[in-house]
């Protein structure tokens, strides 16, 4: 999270907001569509098995650019003010093409929410729809990447898997369109088809940092194209997707000494610097797979975290990342609850883990195809 969840939420921490992008000048006019120039590459391909890393021997060029489909909206655009997670359950006897035809539709949804004439960097809508493994496999017969979220167990906690079947997540800087989203896209299901739903909404907090105090969106690749090669499959434009929703402990985060809570995460509270002596459960070590100072990263994910909650209430962070592949995602998880060391991370002390799945956000292409 504090690592593991750094995001690009804030203003100004990845680069211009605006519609146009230097890269391609891609726009994003509607809610599905983004497409980035990019640049081609060759990079040794890694599989993460049992706990290591096995390099395979062959370099495989791999090219970015107009080769790469277009992703939906929601996938490597950057952050806004706000966000929608609307988590959705169906029933068993939904009918999930119908369920996976309206959810696609939100496009529209969005240009009746935020109409193209009137529509400015002000109160547009960036949104993707992204879909568990059981229904995907439904709905196209197969599914191509094992993406199946497993029940975590560690010394410090679990790590529980909840499920779902269709998940949306719109970014906008006005709240009110983000709500007034979610009362049409659930309005657009087939009557009774939907078993229940819940739907967050998330927030920048004091200028980019996590309830904790601590700083959120440094770790996020800073460019656009690579944002876009971590985040996207090369061959489909499709993306692996986490979502986590932690619940954080503020009892025991307010009373813990700033050095406590800097040796927990592996950073400084007051400025986000790294530690350069960490200790080996510290949240950064164990995203990182070690403990020196800027340790090398195996894996890359792109966070859009935010926080969410009620002072009257629970309150934490919505955790959600893109990936290429959900291995990305396997490698950290593993590392938090220890699964090959037992070594737990110590971020765990500080927050709970009450819901969690994966998902796959399919390319514009692919998601044309559902409705």
């Known amino acids: ?47 993460y098995k049992d706990g290591r890393f096995i390099e395979l021997p062959s370099l495989i060029p791999i090219a970015y650019a107009d080769a790469v489909p277009a992703s939906q909206a929601s ?82 906690g679990e790590m ?30 087939p009557a ?47 993306s692996y997707v986490i979502t986590q929703k932690w619940i954080h402990k503020h009892d025991y985060i307010n009373k813990a000494s ?6 927990f995460i592996g950073r400084n509270r007051d400025d986000g610097t790294e530690l350069r002596k960490k200790i080996a459960s510290s949240h950064v070590a164990r995203m990182t797979g070690g403990t020196n100072f800027e340790q090398k990263k195996h894996l890359q994910i792109v966070r859009q975290s935010m926080p969410f909650g009620h002072v009257s209430g629970d309150s934490g962070l919505f955790f959600i990342a893109y990936a290429e592949s959900p291995q990305n995602f396997e490698f950290m998880l593993n590392r938090m609850v220890g699964a090959h060391d037992q070594v737990s991370d110590d971020l765990m002390r500080l927050s709970t883990c009450v819901a969690g799945n994966y998902w796959y956000f399919p390319s514009a292409k692919e998601l044309q195809g559902l409705k």
């Open 75 to 156: 996938v490597f655009s950057p952050g806004k003010s706000h966000a929608l997670y609307l988590w959705i359950h169906l029933k068993p006897g939904a009918d999930v093409k119908k369920c996976a035809r309206a959810a696609a539709n939100v496009d529209k949804l969005v240009n009746s929410v935020s109409p193209s004439d009137v529509r400015d960097e002000s109160n547009e809508i960036l949104a993707g729809v992204g879909f568990g493994p059981a229904i995907y496999a439904k709905l196209t017969g197969k599914v191509r990447t094992d993406y199946t979220y497993p029940h975590r167990k560690g010394p410090l």
């Open 192 to 238: 009774g088809s939907i078993d229940r739903f819940e739907d967050v909404y998330g927030f920048v907090y004091r200028n980019g940092r996590d309830l904790s105090g601590f700083i959120d969106g440094t770790e996020n690749p800073a460019d656009e194209e690579d944002r876009q090669k971590v985040a996207v499959e090369k061959s489909t434009g499709g």
């Open 258 to 263: 700033d050095r406590e809570l800097a040796s």
């Open 1 to 47: 999270m504090f690592r593991f969840a750094r995001n690009f939420i804030a203003r100004g921490f990845i680069g211009p907001k605006g519609k146009k992008f230097s890269k391609g000048s891609i726009t994003y006019p509607l809610a599905v569509g983004a497409l980035t120039a990019g640049a081609a590459a060759a990079y040794a391909i890694k599989q």
């Open 160 to 189: 529980p898997a909840t499920g779902g079947d269709i998940f949306i997540h719109a970014k906008s800087d006005d709240s009110g369109k983000l709500f007034e989203l979610c009362q049409l896209i659930v309005k657009q299901f």
